[in-house]
């Protein structure tokens, strides 16, 4: 039995510029941080000639090419993992669907796997590029990079994204007071909604490509954010950091009609109230997980308890895509 995990990520400045339509023209720059939310594979061998996947769904195919999920499909394919005595099952501490980049998590994850069962070692920078060259250029999903990138690293990570497809990973120095109180001060709340971010990432890709002069500017400015971001977080001034955030979520709301909701706006403004410093609606947009910046933390648990949220706590994950367990 192969067991695999790869960590969720929140991201910290510069979302949105790792889009092909952007970094392609602009050089996109991302921070991003892998948190202990994982998404779980494991592959064992069964006992009939089948191959048998679990995960929201349960198929028993022959072959590879009847596989459904295109995800599984085109990474048995590229890792050349025919079966069919074989069980692949997904488990995710968190929804699809909310923000975390848990597809790019399973994409990684599952790679993983699969080079384990053929016993071949791939180094983080390649299993991103084999995720994203899955998702992007083989399955055509309007997304960005950081996910696949993020989830195979871990850490908190500086990633540019070059005109020439090539993505420069940097871990980010953080002084570890100002890492523990990071840590300590970022609080993750579930908004209630789960939502596909394709349609948002879809309407910011068109007007990206057809040079839309309000979404360029926006975009230019989130990676100006990003560079800022990364500058207050290496000089350890979280309350800087925090300001940046709450700008940079009233710039990202302007970027699509989609991007937040009445109840958000309301949420978010409770919660800043309360005590919170910064925040924003966690990757694309639209639902999910709010994520706030809080020193008071006790004032705006209790908001957000008394409003219906329930919290995930956070912890960072150094780790990245790793294997658990081999036998």
Same mark, same amino acid.
């Not at 191959?51 to 090419?65: C, D, H, N, P, Q």
């Not at 295109?70 to 025919?82: F, S």
């Not at 500086?158 to 609080?187: G, S, T, Y």
């Not at 956070?314 to 081999?326: N, P, S, Y």
């Given at each position: $039995? ?5 960590? $969720? ?118 299993? !991103? ?22 989830? !195979? ?16 990973? !940097? ?43 309000? $979404? ?87 908001? $957000? ?23």
């Amino acid at each position: $039995m192969i067991i695999t995990r790869s960590p $969720m990520r929140i991201s910290l400045g510069g979302g949105g510029t790792d889009l092909p339509s952007y970094y392609e023209k602009f050089t996109g720059f991302v921070v991003a941080a892998a948190i202990t939310r994982y998404v779980y594979i494991t592959i064992n061998e069964a006992f009939w000639p089948q191959i048998r996947l679990k995960y929201s769904k349960l198929e028993e195919v022959e072959t590879v090419e009847q596989i459904q999920h295109p995800i599984i499909r085109e990474a048995m394919k590229l890792t050349g993992v025919t079966g069919p005595y074989l069980d692949i099952v997904s488990l995710s501490d968190i929804p699809a669907g909310t923000g975390l980049g848990s597809s790019g998590s399973f994409t990684t994850a599952l790679l993983r796997a699969l080079h384990t069962l053929k016993r071949n070692f791939v180094p983080p920078q390649e299993l !991103a590029e084999q995720a994203c060259h899955i998702e992007i250029d083989l399955l055509h999903e309007p997304i960005g990079k950081q996910d696949q990138y993020i989830a !195979a690293f871990g850490g908190i990570t500086c990633f540019e994204f070059l005109p020439d497809h090539r993505v420069i990973a !940097a871990p980010l120095k953080i002084p570890p007071e100002a890492l523990a109180n990071l840590e300590d001060n970022l609080l993750l709340f579930f908004t209630g909604s789960a939502r596909s971010a394709s349609e948002i990432l879809r309407d910011q890709d068109r007007r990206t490509r057809d040079s839309g002069k309000d $979404m360029l500017e926006n975009l230019h400015f989130t990676k100006q954010l990003g560079f800022e971001s990364r500058d207050a977080l290496a000089a350890g001034d979280l309350w800087k950091f925090a300001e940046l955030m709450h700008r940079h979520w009233e710039h990202k709301k302007k970027r699509s009609p989609g991007m937040s909701s009445g109840r958000v706006d309301e949420l978010y403004e409770l919660a800043r109230a309360n005590g919170a410093l910064g925040g924003k609606l966690v990757g694309a947009g639209g639902g999910g997980f709010l994520m706030l910046y809080a020193e008071d933390k006790t004032r705006v648990r209790h908001a $957000m308890r008394e409003a219906g949220l329930r919290e995930v706590r956070v912890q960072f994950d150094f780790g990245g895509t790793t294997v658990v367990a081999h036998s």
